[in-house]
């Protein structure tokens, strides 16, 4: 029987393994036969047969029902003797011309006595559909075939039954005997085939391996020309809102607990699989950061190691996902792209705790995503538009017990709308300095090579901060190795990303290496030909921007006319890999963006109405009158315009590429109609009502196009800079500070930014033309409490409203301040809640803040300040006349009145914030309120009241998830939130402006 079970090919194992393991999904009938010894007997089986009916998709097995011995095998469109016991051979027999009829029925020639029991017909008509599994119980008839007479004689009867009992007797022994061998061989058997079936899984799995380190080696080769471990470069992932953080934790200082740090793919891998880590992770960043290298690299980690606690993982991408029409299912998706997988997804997706989707490129989708579907759950097999699978998928009601990880770019309005949906946040930064002179050392792979890499990147503070973006460090890498024989490529610095991008250009014309000694010979008509190519693979770009498509086919270079060689001998390797002969594919989306933005700019740097009306409609989908222009891309839909923000950047920047006949020339000055136009839209749109997030790329296009002029008459109108609650990289900080260099702020709202000491050091000088500057939850140390100080010890300082509460100061940095404000004559309000403040930090008040004359207001609320602190407070009231100092809710109208005002609203927040998390809040709230009954006040004394009822009145209703406050000296000392989105619960509190202006 084992030497049977393990012929069976991988049909008929995936078979058998979905009825030992998933009988549930069986459906069928129970019959009965009665045959004659030595005479043929049918035994009946029927099953729907649908009209698409593939005979090569049948199967059909026939199994005594205990031992499990094959009786007759069909699959793959013939029979298979070899799998048959041999009790059966040559007596069995299947009518093919029955099956379109769904008739399975087994006819078994010349019966037997041991041929007496239980059949299960097993019928799976198409591979992944529920299989038919009918039970025919076969017995014996003891009619005799000679009775033809129409009476009966007892002498006779009495013969036969004197002849019939012993037969009987040997019978019931026989079936007894039958019965134990069953029963012993029974579960050995079924042991043996889930063990080999479990096997096809494994071999499956295997194969997928092979495939993923077969299929994408040619990327780590090709992107880098360097060696493979490149991939295991060490990246700083920012971890947000773990659900398994000390209960010691403030949760108030939910954004100094968040987990910043240097992590290897292994241990993200690791990491995702950890017994109750969520299952629903973001990943963002920026673009170019590395979100699709990171999944990339995920992929081959998982791989390349032989066991893994991740059983599976799989990877669609948005990209490919733009691709499908009309209705499909999650089945049919892993089918085209984890194909080596597709005999097994059944089995391996209905237990999928160890199994992780990665959906790559959320800010690429093309489908609408349904975030509000039925609450129906689906299966494997359901189908329907692709944006609603995703969206079931991410909502759990499609494999809610599987890993998915979905990656974006950071600060779109999908992840701004649909963030609360995931359970996790990670947020991956650029690199640092240490990993960036890591990847010179892999992109060389020599050491002296590399540090004189380093060296020319970081030599420059502009570079240096353009070359945290992975993608940009590649790129200058490369122009680096290009010019080791053209040095004058590198005289001019480029300060923005579309510059570097050109001088790419530059360097892939001009320069030579050792290798490429005839580079820097190329005659001028080769140079046209090289421009002619770029401007024409520019346009295919532009023409196809909003697909989501990277590939490049053979019709694509006809229809442009581009010759597949010369994409060969300039491009491939460093912008475009050749995937087969004469089809290419970006590496990277925002190469595809910056193609298509030096296409459009060298044609619209002369026509400077037509260039206005393109900035409208792609900025703000604001459509032209007249649509007939080859720019307004067809396909564009007013709500595509954050999709074109990169794209809009590169286009700014490279309006004067191009100008004296070479498209890396970045010197020439805009026509000066053009640059009239530019600064006149970029006016008007800052007197718009706009977003952030369209504030935040108007300033990066300012900064791209970089031009003095226009700089110089458009940066007095930012007057109010909002960023609440946008991750700010570095790039960002510099955009800011160009846009700002003429401009005099009256608010900047920089509260959760995750801007760190290191964005407030650098935004240092124009922190000093701001009236009212909001810092608050930054993960600011007592570093940026340094360089504050040394702001507000300018003379020059204009700041009236500074709030830098739920930091980490401390007391070393609250001395530091108290300090800088005995020089400063401008501050009126400080808000240093919840920063560490302890005994120490009140030591130097009173020295340094009775030299101030301005400061009229201090709020200290939630730190740990005890009765010696409150003395110093005391004495610091008292000898600085017109100062109030808060340290409790209570002492102040202005906060008393918003936490009554959101007190009201809780019933309308439990949509949006965990139960369990507002109530710990509130007992924290509870706590600081204290008893009502020494206020002296009757008025204040009612109003607590009732908002310390309306508090138990919602514990009370939800009872069971009231968790006791810790018995701490911070009142507002709390374990941090698991969902994503909880603690902006806790910001309007103490945070926004509507409760107490930052």
Known sequence: MRSKYFAMD?????????????????????????????????????????????????????????????????YSGTIHPEHQDKAFLDRTQLFLSEFTKGNASLKLERMLLSDVGNYTCFVTVDDGM???????????????????????????????????????????????????????????????????????????????????????????????????????LARTINITNLKEQDPDVDL??????????????????????????????????????????????????????????????????????????????????????????????????????????????????????????????????????????VSKLIFKNLLREAQVLVTSRWNTKQIEFNKKYFDQLFVISGFTNDQLKRYCEVFCGEKQKAEEMFQRITENAT??????????????????????????????????????????????????????????????????????????????????????????????????????????????????????????????????????ALYCATLLNNEAEELVKCLDLWCFGKMPLNQMSQFYLQSFQPDHTEKLYNFLRFLTGFLTAGRDGKLWNYTTPLPPS???????????????????????????????????????????????????????????????????????????????????????????????????????????TVESAKSLSAVLEDPKCRIETLSCGTNSFGSAGAQILWKALAQNRSLKILRLYDNGITVEGTENMTQYLTCNKTLQKLFLCANKLDDLEQKNIQQVEKLCHGLKIITKIRDDEELLLRVESHVQMLPSLEQSYSTEWICKLLKSILKDLGDESTIPDVDTRVRIGKIKANINKYLQKNKDT?????????????????????????????STSQWCSG
């Open 10 to 74: 991988c049909t008929l194992r995936k078979m058998l393994l979905s009825l030992l393991l998933f009988p549930s999904l069986a459906e069928g009938s129970f019959s009965r036969s009665y045959g004659i010894l030595n005479r043929d007997i049918l035994l009946p089986c029927a099953f729907h047969a649908s009209s698409n009916f593939n005979l090569k998709n049948l199967i059909i097995t026939w199994q005594r029902t205990g031992s499990l011995a094959v009786v007759y095998s069909f």
């Open 130 to 232: 529920p299989h038919i599994e009918n039970v025919v119980e076969l017995k014996l008839n003891d009619i005799s075939e000679n009775n033809t007479s129409g009476g009966t004689d007892p002498a006779s009867e009495r013969k036969k039954l004197v002849l019939v009992l012993p037969l009987l007797l040997v019978i019931l022994i026989a079936v007894g005997i039958l019965h134990w061998q069953m029963k012993n061989k029974e579960k050995p058997d079924i042991e043996e085939m889930i063990h080999l079936l479990e096997d096809n899984i494994k071999d499956a799995i295997l194969n997928y391996k092979e495939y993923i380190l077969k299929d994408k080696m040619h990327l780590f080769c090709s992107l880098t020309q360097r060696r493979f471990e490149n991939y295991s």
């Open 252 to 389: 108030i200082r939910s954004d100094d607990s968040n987990i910043a740090q240097e992590v290897q793919i292994s241990q993200l891998l690791s990491l995702l699989r950890k017994e109750n880590f969520s299952k629903r992770v973001l990943l963002v960043g920026d673009a170019g950061v590395g979100k699709s290298w990171t999944v990339v690299s995920m992929e081959q980690e998982w791989a390349s190691q032989p066991t893994h606690p991740l059983r599976c993982v799989f990877v669609l991408r948005f990209r490919d996902l733009n691709e499908v029409k009309g209705k499909t299912s999650l089945r049919d998706l892993l089918k085209k792209h984890c194909t080596p997988l597709s005999s097994v997804l059944t089995e391996l997706l209905s237990n999928p705790q160890d199994v992780l989707i990665i959906l790559d490129g959320l800010d690429e989708f093309a489908h609408q995503l349904q975030w509000n579907p039925s609450g129906c759950d689906f299966d494997l097999d359901s189908e329907a538009e692709v944006g609603v699978l």
């Open 463 to 596: 570079i240096k901060c353009l070359a945290s973006n992975p993608l940009n460090s590649f790129i200058l890498c490369n122009i680096l190795d290009k010019c080791t024989s053209c040095q004058r490529a590198t005289a001019n610095v480029p300060v923005t990303n579309s510059k570097v991008f050109t001088l790419l250009l530059y360097s892939l014309c001009n320069c030579s290496t050792s290798k490429e000694t005839d580079a820097e010979n190329k005659s001028e008509e080769e140079k046209q030909l090289f421009k002619d190519t770029i401007l024409k693979l520019g346009e295919l770009s532009f023409n196809s921007l909003l697909s989501g498509k990277l590939k490049i086919n053979v019709t694509d270079l006809k229809t442009y006319g581009i010759d597949p060689d010369i994409l060969s001998k300039y491009l491939s390797n460093l912008v475009l890999g050749c995937k087969c002969q004469g089809v290419f594919e970006f590496h990277h989306a925002v190469l595809k963006e910056q193609f298509a």
């Open 674 to 780: 053009t640059a009239r136009a530019l600064t006149t839209w970029f006016k008007n749109s800052l007197q718009r009502d706009i977003k952030k997030a369209e504030l935040l790329n108007l300033m990066h296009c300012l900064f791209e196009l970089n031009d003095a002029t226009v700089t110089a008459e458009v940066s007095p109108c930012i007057r109010d800079v909002g960023f609440h609650n946008v991750s700010l990289s570095p790039l960002d900080l510099r955009a800011l500070c160009y846009c700002l260099n003429h401009s005099t702020v009256e608010e900047m709202d920089l509260r959760h930014c995750s801007i760190g000491d290191k964005g407030i050091k650098q935004l240092q000088e124009i922190l000093v033309k701001c009236r009212t500057l909001l810092v608050s939850s930054n993960k600011l």
């Open 962 to 990: 009231v968790i006791d406050v810790p018995d701490t000296e911070n009142v507002l000392q709390l374990h941090t939130p698991a969902p994503l989105p909880r603690n902006n619960f806790l910001k309007r509190f103490f």
